[in-house]
C-alpha cells in the first residue's frame, strides 16, 4: 500500500525555522517527482515546492523562495522541507505529496496525513 | 499563468448526481487537470486525471460514482448515487509548463 507518512511542524515564531519530513512506503519512490503542498484555514491548496525524482531539480513558489528548501533521500525514501525566516503567512497545514509521474511537471496522484504548521509570537 | 475557477459551493440530494465545474482560464483549454477530494477532517485524496478529451485515469480505490469529462475548457467531475460520505472539498489541480502547480478555489459539496 501507498503511503506517505510526515513528521515536524509545530508551532515557532516568526522568523523560526522548521524542517518537515516524509517517509515513503509502497512505491518506486526515486521514480517520482516529489512536491510540498499547503492549505491554509478556509483557503485552497497552494503549491510550495517540487523537486524531481534524482533530486536534480528543484523549484519552488515565489512566496518561499530564497527561504524554504526541499531535498530528498532516495536511498532512504525521504522528503524534507526545510524552512527557514518564517512568516505568519506560512501558517498552513502542510502535505507532502508524489507525482503520477517521473515528471515535474504533472498531477499530484497521492497525499501524505499533513501537518499542521503555526507561525505566531 | 493558468488559473482555474470553480464555484465556491454546490449541493444535491442522496442518491442523486452531481457535477461540479473546473474552468481554465482563456488559452488554456488544452491542459488536462487532476481532480482532488478532501473529506472534512482528512488529507486530500486523488480521484482522477481528466484529459481535454474527456478521457481520464481514476486513482486506485475511487468507485465507479466518480467519472469526469471535458468541454473546451471546462472540467467536470460528475458524481452519481451520491452518498453521505461524498460531501467534501473538491479541488482541481493543473501544471503549467513553468512548472508551478495550480489549484482552483475549490468546491464544497453538500449532500442534502
Known amino acids: 500500500e501507498m503511503q506517505l507518512l510526515q513528521s515536524g511542524g509545530g508551532l515557532v515564531q516568526p522568523g523560526g525555522s522548521l524542517r518537515l519530513s516524509c517517509a515513503a512506503f509502497g512505491f518506486s519512490f526515486s521514480s517520482s517527482a516529489m512536491s510540498w503542498v499547503r492549505q491554509a484555514p478556509g483557503k485552497g491548496p497552494e503549491w510550495v515546492s517540487i523537486i524531481s525524482g534524482t533530486g536534480a531539480r528543484t523549484y519552488y513558489a515565489d512566496s518561499v523562495k530564497g527561504r524554504f528548501i526541499i531535498s530528498r533521500d532516495n536511498l532512504k525514501g525521504t522528503l524534507d522541507l526545510q524552512m527557514n525566516s518564517l512568516r505568519a503567512d506560512d501558517t498552513a497545514e502542510y502535505f507532502c505529496a508524489k507525482g503520477l509521474t517521473i515528471s515535474v511537471a504533472g498531477a499530484i496522484d497521492h497525499w501524505g496525513q499533513g501537518t499542521l504548521v503555526t507561525v505566531s509570537s | 499563468q493558468v488559473v482555474l475557477t470553480q464555484s465556491p459551493s454546490a449541493s444535491a440530494s442522496l442518491g442523486a448526481s452531481v457535477n461540479l465545474t473546473c474552468t481554465l482560464s482563456s488559452g488554456h483549454s488544452n491542459y488536462a487537470i487532476a481532480w482532488h477530494q478532501r473529506q472534512p477532517e482528512k488529507a486530500p485524496r486523488y480521484l482522477m486525471k481528466l484529459n481535454s478529451d474527456g478521457s481520464h485515469t481514476k486513482g486506485g480505490g475511487i468507485p465507479d460514482r466518480f467519472s469526469g469529462s471535458s468541454s473546451g475548457g471546462e472540467r467536470y467531475l460528475i458524481i452519481s448515487s451520491l452518498q453521505s460520505e461524498d460531501e467534501a472539498d473538491y479541488y482541481c489541480?493543473?501544471?503549467?509548463?513553468?512548472?508551478?502547480?495550480?489549484f482552483g478555489g475549490g468546491t464544497k459539496l453538500t449532500v442534502l
Open positions: 489541480q493543473t501544471w503549467g509548463p513553468d512548472i508551478q502547480k495550480v
